[in-house]
T-cell receptor, first 112, second 114 residues
Framework: SQKIEQNSEALNIQEGKTATLTCNYT??????LQWYRQDPGRGPVFLLL?????KEKRKERLKVTFDTTLKQSLFHITASQPADSATYLC???????????FGTGTRLQVFP | DAGVIQSPRHEVTEMGQEVTLRCKPI?????LFWYRQTMMRGLELLIY????????DSGMPEDRFSAKMPNASFSTLKIQPSEPRDSAVYFC????????????FGDGTRLSIL
């Protein structure tokens, strides 16, 4: 069956460190993979998109990698700040559909 | 620019009542999506529209759920009759025409069915 898995356990890190979040998928052939941030009581907010033929994408302190052999995406936040504390969701779009399928999200807590 | 606007933000009603959730997408966006989010199941796609036409409603849980998009600037999600298990946060999102474009979400409607 198709699955998108993210660490259900919260990730707790100290301010200034690099946070790394994992997104694994099975039985999908994604054309695109996206990462969103969700704060309590708010809707998800788009952060980055990476295509199947791209290995890495960067935006300011954010970096996303996409390994279609491992069926995995990694999301990095460098020099993390308490304001980065939120839930991060990965989502993918397969070739034959317009639908975005979301993972369950990983909660990140950055401590000062 | 105004983002996706949903109303109401909170709704508390008794089992058996009709519930109507509303969404105004971002102007110029051709796709509109309705999602439901719960702790147990995460964010699930219920239905989506392209140019006001329903494309895929396979995520709609039961016939009690229905969605309409009478024009490009308005959509409704209706539950009739409502049940306690429908309690969740319902999100509307919109995006530009191209596949893979980022989706822009509203802040959701928190629905509680007593």
């Amino acid at each position: 069956s198709q699955k998108i898995e993210q660490n259900s356990e919260a990730l707790n890190i100290q301010e200034g460190k690099t946070a790394t979040l994992t997104c694994n998928y099975t039985n999908y052939s994604p054309a695109y993979l996206q990462w969103y941030r969700q704060d309590p009581g708010r809707g998800p907010v788009f952060l980055l998109l990476i295509r199947e033929n791209e290995k890495e994408k960067r935006k300011e302190r954010l970096k996303v990698t996409f390994d279609t052999t491992l069926k995995q995406s990694l999301f990095h936040i460098t020099a993390s700040q308490p304001a980065d504390s939120a839930t991060y969701l990965c989502a993918l779009v397969s070739y034959n559909t317009d639908k975005l399928i979301f993972g369950t999200g990983t909660r990140l807590q950055v401590f000062p | 620019d105004a983002g996706v606007i949903q109303s109401p933000r909170h709704e508390v009603t008794e089992m058996g009542q009709e519930v109507t959730l509303r969404c105004k997408p971002i102007s110029g966006h051709d796709y509109l999506f309705w999602y439901r989010q719960t702790m147990m199941r995460g964010l699930e796609l219920l239905i989506y529209f392209n140019n006001n036409v329903p494309i895929d409603d396979s995520g709609m849980p039961e016939d009690r759920f229905s969605a309409k998009m009478p024009n490009a600037s308005f959509s409704t999600l209706k539950i009739q009759p409502s049940e306690p298990r429908d309690s969740a946060v319902y999100f509307c999102a919109s995006s530009l025409a191209r596949v893979g474009q980022p989706q822009h979400f509203g802040d959701g409607t928190r629905l509680s069915i007593l």
